[in-house]
């Protein structure tokens, strides 16, 4: 039963995360882009955690631990950027 939970969560993951790249491709504005970007690196991190469930290796939590760090760090820089704070 939590097999097939994890693999309906990884299906949503993965329409989430096409229709965060329509957006992030189509966006009218660089804002509009930032903020899918931000979204298609947290569904990636989604998908890595559910990974780390269907494999049972905590190792990958770890791994994402450290991409949400570094992708919290480069919205934060690409928005100071856009706002003129660089």
């Known amino acids: 039963m939590v097999d097939w939970l994890i693999h309906l969560a990884a299906l949503f993951a993965g329409v989430a995360f096409l229709l965060a790249l329509t957006r992030f491709i189509k966006g009218p ?5 930032v ?24 190792i990958y939590l770890d791994v994402a631990l450290v991409y949400a760090l570094l992708s919290f760090l480069g919205v934060i820089v690409v928005a100071r950027y ?5």
Request: charged share 20%; aromatic share 6%.
């Open 35 to 58: 903020v899918a970007f931000d979204v298609l690196t947290i569904i990636s991190i989604t998908g890595i955690v559910l990974a780390a469930l269907t494999e049972g290796r905590g």
């Open 82 to 86: 856009l706002e003129g704070g660089f």
């Open 29 to 33: 504005s660089a804002a509009d882009r």
